[in-house]
């Protein structure tokens, strides 16, 4: 991600400030807002944690698409709000994906008046991918949960009651692939988004980077979508 995202960016016109990696993470602290405009944070979710709180610490504007640390979320949002930085947080930066995001959640709606149609989801990944099942697909799950009074929650192991399965694969370079399917003794309802590439991702991660200059607070891809798309 970090590849394309320097290549795009490029591309459009950008000045890299700085590259950290395991490698020079020092160079983290010798950054500040005046020689930065924004910090673009796809990292790892052990790392992700510290490198935000260090720029916000900084002033420095942060778009972050790491996913597995949000149990440390609320300290990122407090933070974010006591200093009066700007913060944007997405599980997908994909337009087709946040697209994908409505639509499950118009569908949820819908079907929480067919309780007889059985829930589940499957997200298909790259091996290299970490956190199981996807930030996408938990946002996926909690779509469905906002607008379905049947179920309770999300799991990864089949069977449990008022839940929905969430099953995952690491499949070779599969840059990702999530399917939300309704099950019943009649018929079965699929939606499904399938990612081509990582340039979606990265394309999307810049526009925000864009777009938040001039802005404050926590924000979202709600917020960007309404604001640019919708």
Not at 195 to 200: C, D, I, L, N, T
Request: charged fraction near 25%.
């Amino acid at each position: 991600m970090g590849k394309t995202i320097e290549r795009l960016a490029l591309n459009r016109n950008h000045t890299i400030t700085a590259k950290i990696d395991l490698e020079n993470k020092q160079i983290l602290n010798d950054l500040s807002a005046d020689t930065v405009d924004v910090a673009i944070e796809f990292s790892r979710p052990e790392a992700a944690f510290e490198n935000i709180k260090t720029c916000l610490n900084k002033g420095i504007p942060v778009v972050s698409g790491t996913t597995g640390w949000l149990d440390k979320k609320k300290e990122v949002t407090d933070l974010c709000e006591n200093h009066g930085g700007t913060f944007f947080y997405a599980s997908n930066y994909s337009v087709g994906v946040n697209i994908f995001f409505k639509l499950n959640q118009w569908l949820g709606k819908i079907m929480n008046n067919y309780p007889e149609y059985k829930i589940e989801m499957e997200e298909i990944h790259h091996t290299e991918k970490l956190d199981s099942p996807s930030g996408t697909a938990i946002t996926l799950a909690e779509g469905i949960l906002k607008n379905n009074e049947y179920y309770k929650g999300w799991t990864e192991e089949k069977g449990e009651k008022d839940k929905i399965y969430i099953g995952n694969k690491r499949i070779g370079t599969t840059p990702g692939t999530h399917t939300v399917m309704y099950d019943s003794a009649i018929d079965s309802i699929e939606i499904k988004h399938t990612a081509h590439s990582r340039e979606g991702f990265a394309l999307g991660a810049l526009l925000v980077a864009e777009w938040i200059q001039d802005k404050k607070g926590i924000l979202s891809m709600d917020d960007f979508m309404a604001d640019s798309f919708l």
